[in-house]
């Protein structure tokens, strides 16, 4: 293993290791990986994947740029999906995957897979993960683990139950971005001193936040809409209702968590990341102030509240279904010597330190662990009796170069090597559940008006 940068003192040393950089790396670990069968190499990871929408494309494109894998089958419980995921594969490596519309099939029949990835609705990443880690494939999946904190508690005990590996979806946790920042520059250099409040928002404008919408003869029919749960207990609904909430599951109480689970829960995890730790109480607001008909709130705001060795700190978080504005989706850390924009998109990255009272910077910029801005400072207009009481604007600086990989694709390499065992796992079942828990009483905590103080009950896994 190379030297961290805590042993050399060298940012190159820290670049070179690349998205393997706070990932456990374990070398001579034992390899979990099945003898390889049919066109696959012998050292090629077997994979398969459950869930083939849109999140299902958007780690296909990531998975395209890792070597050494082997695409042998695809479910989902739409054909037309199914037969798109084949081609995709076909097109780009020359596999030809089994193609299946049940995942209990596919996982009995796919004896070699040695990896499945799960991209399906969040009520039934539960059951999908479970039926893989119990038929001996390792998972990947995607968050929220579940709609429910029961059954996101069943996939931590298969987890451990099977010894295979469990890597849950929060990639920002194998991010170069993101571990550069909190082990180098919060945690080693302490660059923001005693860190009291973070921020963190994504908000969407509402054009792209309308019902999806797709020809009905490409979808499934009522008795395959009722077989894998899109119904409701007690109710006949039409076929269009069914195919409503197939296409539309984020709307639904019974079936996701809304938009604090589908979006804030990338969001909330980096904060429980960063501090540590878990908050000890949230108090939360919602509305449906414009899709009136939907169940979840369109808009949700909350504050969690942590007991930080450091004397406490805050973190508000806001998701929006009905405006883009506010500057694109990023989380913030700010303390009393600086503050720290992160986010996937380098453009939403920026540093500032408090002029006139934090310690220089001037060693880390010649060092390489950060880059002076070339953004102009406004000029105080001394005229202004208000501007007069303000403190000087932040200096800003900015990330150096080398740290920037396609969003999913660090922490699917991390899932990969850890089958070979060559690393640990960056985000497994348990400590993702540790960091989501919270994130399950936001809506409760909104819809009763109620600050909710965590017990064990709350948050244990």
């Not at 082997?70 to 030809?96: E, T, W």
């Not at 501090?275 to 109480?281: D, I, L, T, V, Y």
Request: glycine share 10%; charged share 20%.
């Amino acid at each position: 293993m190379k030297p961290s940068l805590a042993q050399t003192g060298s940012r190159r040393d820290f670049l070179k290791m690349g998205g393997l950089v706070g990932a456990g790396l374990v070398l001579g670990a034992p390899s979990i990986l099945r003898a390889a069968t049919g066109q696959s190499a012998p050292d090629a990871i077997n994979v398969g994947f459950i869930g083939l929408g849109k999140q299902h494309e958007v780690l296909f494109n990531a998975v395209k740029n890792i070597p050494g894998l082997h695409f042998n089958a695809v479910c989902d419980i739409m054909k037309n999906r199914v037969g798109g995921a084949f081609s995709r594969i076909k097109n780009a490596f020359g596999n030809q995957p089994a193609r299946y519309t049940d995942a209990e099939e596919m996982l009995a029949k796919e004896k070699d897979l040695d990896a499945v990835i799960v991209a399906t609705p969040d009520f039934w990443h539960s059951r999908h993960t479970v039926w893989a880690l119990e038929s001996g494939k390792n998972v990947y999946c995607e968050k929220m683990m579940s709609n429910t904190l029961d059954d996101a508690r069943a996939m931590v005990a298969a987890m451990e139950r099977t010894g295979k590996l469990c890597q849950i979806g929060h990639q920002r946790r194998s991010n170069p971005r993101y571990l550069f920042t909190l082990n180098e520059l919060l945690r080693r250099h302490r660059i923001c001193g005693q860190i009291v409040n973070a921020n963190g928002q994504w908000n969407r404008a509402v054009g792209s936040s309308q019902d999806i919408q797709v020809k009905a003869s490409i979808l499934p029919d009522k008795e395959t809409l009722l077989k894998y749960g899109f119904g409701r207990p007690g109710k006949d609904l039409t076929l269009e209702e069914l195919q409503h909430r197939f296409l539309n599951w984020r709307f639904y109480k019974d079936l996701s968590g809304g938009p604090i689970s589908d979006l804030g829960a990338h969001q909330i995890d980096v904060f429980n990341w960063f501090f540590g730790m878990q908050p000890w109480r949230v108090m939360a607001s919602g509305g449906r102030n414009y899709f009136k008909d939907r169940e979840h709130f369109d808009n949700v705001m909350c504050i969690f509240d942590y007991a930080t060795p450091d004397g406490g700190a805050r973190a508000f978080y806001q998701v929006l279904t009905t405006t883009s504005a506010g500057g694109g989706y990023f989380e913030s850390f700010m303390g009393i010597d600086g503050t720290i924009n992160i986010s996937e998109r380098a453009a939403y990255t920026n540093i500032f330190r408090e002029a006139g009272t934090a310690p220089s910077w001037d060693h880390l910029v010649a060092q390489g662990y950060l880059k002076r801005s070339a953004a102009p400072k406004a000029a105080a207009d001394s005229s202004d009796a208000i501007a007069s009481y303000e403190s000087a604007a932040p200096e800003t600086y900015e990330l150096p170069g080398g740290l920037s990989k396609p969003p999913h694709q660090p922490h699917l390499e991390n899932f990969f090597e850890a089958i070979r065992g060559k690393a640990k796992l960056n985000c497994d079942a348990r400590h993702a559940l540790e960091s989501e828990a919270p994130i399950y009483w936001v809506n409760p905590a909104a819809e009763s008006g109620q600050t909710i103080i965590f017990d064990t009950e709350h948050l244990h896994v």
